[in-house]
Structure formats: C-alpha cells, structure tokens
C-alpha cells in the first residue's frame, strides 16, 4: 500500500476480522476517515460461515433475524436480501416430550403429580422471598423459578451444555444481564400481555423473522462489503495478522505479505490473539470449542420445528438447525441440519463418527427421527464463545487496558471476551463501545490568571503645546 512520494500509507484505522462488529465499526468510522478490514478468512462474516456440500447448505451461527435488527439499519441492504420466515423453536424437555423454548410450564407440568406441583409453588415463592445470596447464574435462575424448578425444566442441563461447566460457575452479572429472557418468562405481567395479544390478535412491534438468503453467510455479508468498498473502505481477505507493533504513535500491523500502518487499531478478533500479537500477556481466560456436525435423513423428522434444543438430561449436543426448512436440499435427502455441540477447554473434541453415533443415538431414544441418518461432514471452531466464569472481569478488562496502551480498542464477542447472543446485540454494543473510546477527552479547565493591582499609579504623561 503505497501512496504519493512512494511511501508507506497510514490508515486511520486497521480493523481486525470481518464479522458484523468489524463492518458495523467501518460504517461508523468511514466518514473522513481511511478504513481498513484485514480478515484471516477468505470470506466475510467472522464465525458466521456456511458450508455447501452436496448441494445442501449448512451454517455455523444463528441464521435467523428480526427485522427491527441494528444491522439493517447501517446496511439495510442486508434486510433487502433476507427471507421472511415463520421459524418454530421447541425444546426436548427432562421428561423426554418436546415443548415450546425455552418454557413450556404445560408439557413440563404434565408429567408432576400434584404434590410435586404444589412442591414447585412453594420452592417458587420461597426463592422469590429469599433475599442475598445471589452471586451466581444458578442462584439468579433460582431466584426466578425456585429451586425444584430449575432441575425440573433442565435450565441447569443447558447451561452446562452451552459453557462446559456449571452454572454455579458462571458470573450473577452475565446471567442478570444476558438471561433477561428468564425474567421476561417468569414474570405475570409479561404473560398476561402476552395472553391479551394473542386474544386480540395483535401484531407485535417488535419485527418479523426473516433467515439469511440462499448462497450462504459469505453472499450475504458481501452486499455489506460492496457498500462499504463505493464508500471508501478497503478490505484483505485471506491474511492472517502476525504481529503487532506500536511505536511514536503509529501501530503497525505484519502479515506474511506485507506491512499495514494505522494511527488506531480496532480488533474483533479473540482477546488473547490480540495480546499474543502485541507482545502482551495472555488471559489464558477460557472460551468454548463448537464441533458441528453435517447430518442428513431420509425419513422423518418428528418434531416438525426448525430449531430444537436439547434440555434433556442425555445427549451431548446442545442445538439442532433444520437448514433444508429454509434452503432445500437437491432432493436426495427429506432433510438435512446443523447439530453443534460444545466442547469444555480442558478436553479435546471428539471425533466427528464418535460425536455422531451418540447424537443419532440419543434421538432414536427420543422417538425424534425415523429412519436413515448420515453424517455428511463436519467443523471445528475454536474460540466460538468465551465462558464468563466467576471473576473473569478483571482479567478480562486488564488486558483490554493493556491493549489500549498500544492503541487497540477491543470489540464484539471475541474482541471483549464478552458472551453476545446475537448479531442485533453485536451491533449495538459495538457502535456504544467506539463512542465511549473515541469521544475527545475534555482537559480540566485552566482559570484565567487574576489580574494584579499596581502598588503605585503611573507618573502622568507630559503635555505639550
């Protein structure tokens, strides 16, 4: 990158990775500003990637939006691109039924007699009553549901699936801010709306649910990239940073082609990658390896919905995405999906035929599937997600700070090391965190020097004729 006089071109901002934080951060920093995106990938879109094989599409990452997303706003031709879909989420409950995600109080009641009915009220308003003590995820969900409840429903199954450890291990702060749907649940006032709306058929405000278009996360998030070249932005795809440096104000950033120059680096990529490349200690904070599995049937795939969680208290995977509901298939096959599956950072993934016998295992258990399954391929994605332990936000925010002392400023899922549910969140969050970092920086006010009084009055001019 070379520009007038031959020499080196410094941008004024270099930003690493290509997911939606990293497009939405260029969109908000284009104007009068030189932009550059370096993506380690070939194609856009950070962990959101798509794999066609056989003619069927499959997806790492939730395909599914709501039209009111922060996304579309900055790159409404994003929305343009969508599919409006109707998109129905159940959940395999404890008592082996399948019910409405994430609460079904029918299906999970159907099978508790009627003293372990009154067993739950009890525990619920005892918990509701109790004050303290709340310092953890299980505490918080306890506190909202009681603590029969919560073993009941399998809430604690999940979360163990979702993060590899218990929820008790998890920090109150991340489940009181990123488990709101359990207090929306849980709440009478929230219900009795609900109730009311449906009654009166009530449209909600809130958007519609559209699911990306065919050809994959690489098509979609190119519209973003074409918007973003005519306005000014340059991307490099396929370069994986190698080291970072920062010297008289300047950071610079080596690949294995060349140099980039920047005044201010911006980095979605994982925390401890960032902090490796300046030379900077590592967290070693732990994150989530996501193994997902390719499967198709021939058959029938009983539950009927798109999307099924596993809160059951077998089967090691977690979520299963019925990709042929969206993106037919050539015909081969009745259906075919995306089954992910989290893998702890103490212990290695399983191979994909091993992971796969148990999956197919625990579904012909669940009366779930009926006939020919195979497994059509694979994926392993480290760093998916991190896992907010309890006190991780120390480490956590000292090594941000360390960051910023080389002029880095930390965004998105990885960037933060912070759990960000959905892209709609992720853009948000992104655009709240580069106008906290960038706003000038107000000096205290100086106070004008007082003016000082002349002992003695100045001798009178002379007057002349």
Not at 94 to 119: C, K, Q
Not at 244 to 266: D, F, M, P, Q, W
């Amino acid at each position: 990158m070379q520009h007038a006089g031959n020499e080196p071109r410094v941008y004024d901002y270099i930003i690493l990775g290509c997911g939606i934080s990293a497009l939405t951060a260029a969109k908000h920093l284009l104007d009068n500003n030189a932009v550059l995106i370096l993506e380690s990938y070939r194609v856009p879109g950070g962990n959101h990637q798509s794999y066609v094989i056989d003619g069927m599409e499959f997806d790492i990452g939730a395909i599914c939006f709501n039209t009111t997303d922060e996304q579309f706003k900055h790159f409404p031709e994003l929305l343009g691109s969508c599919i409006p879909k109707a998109v129905e989420v159940k959940k395999i409950c404890t008592n082996g039924s399948v019910g409405r995600y994430p609460f079904d109080w029918h299906a999970e009641a159907s099978s508790m007699s009627l003293a372990e009915r009154i067993s739950c009220l009890v525990s619920l308003v005892t918990c509701r009553l109790r004050k303290g003590g709340q310092d953890d995820a299980r505490s918080y969900a306890q506190s909202r549901i009681g603590d029969l409840l919560y073993q009941r429903v399998g809430l604690d199954l999940y979360i163990k699936r979702l993060f590899g450890i218990d929820a008790a291990h998890i920090d109150y702060d991340f489940a009181l801010k990123r488990m709101q749907w359990l207090s929306r649940e849980t709440s009478l006032r929230f219900r009795v709306r609900r109730l009311i709306r449906r009654k009166m058929k009530h449209i909600p405000v809130w958007g519609e649910t559209v699911v990306r278009p065919p050809g994959g996360f690489g098509c979609y998030y190119e519209k973003a990239l074409s918007r973003l070249r005519d306005e000014g932005v340059e991307f490099v795809l396929d370069e994986k940073a190698l080291k970072i440096e920062t010297a008289a104000g300047i950071t610079a950033v080596t690949t294995s082609n060349r140099t980039y120059l920047a005044k201010k680096l911006i980095s979605t990529i994982p925390l401890d990658d960032a902090s490796k490349l300046c030379g900077l200690p590592e967290t070693t904070l732990p994150t989530v390896t996501l193994l997902s599995l390719f499967v198709a049937l021939r058959g029938s795939w009983l539950p009927g919905c798109s999307i099924l969680y596993n809160f059951h208290k077998f089967g090691n995977w977690k979520r299963i995405t019925v990709h042929s509901d969206f993106y037919p298939g050539p015909g081969s096959y009745d259906k075919h999906c995306t089954v992910e599956i989290t893998v702890p950072p103490e212990m290695m993934s399983p191979a994909p035929a091993d992971a796969f016998a148990d999956v197919e295992a625990h579904l012909r258990d669940m009366n779930i599937i009926e006939g020919e399954l195979v497994l059509i391929g694979s994926s392993e994605l480290r760093n998916a997600y991190p896992i907010p332990q309890k006190g991780f936000k120390a480490r956590r925010d000292a090594a941000i700070v360390r960051l910023a002392s080389k002029e880095v400023i930390c965004l998105g899922r990885q960037g933060k090391f912070e759990y960000i549910p959905h892209s709609n969140v992720a853009a948000k969050e992104t655009i709240n965190t580069l106008e906290k970092a960038l706003e000038p920086v107000e000096l205290p006010q100086q106070r004008e020097p007082s003016l000082v009084k002349l002992r003695t009055e100045l001798p009178a001019l002379p007057v002349t004729t």
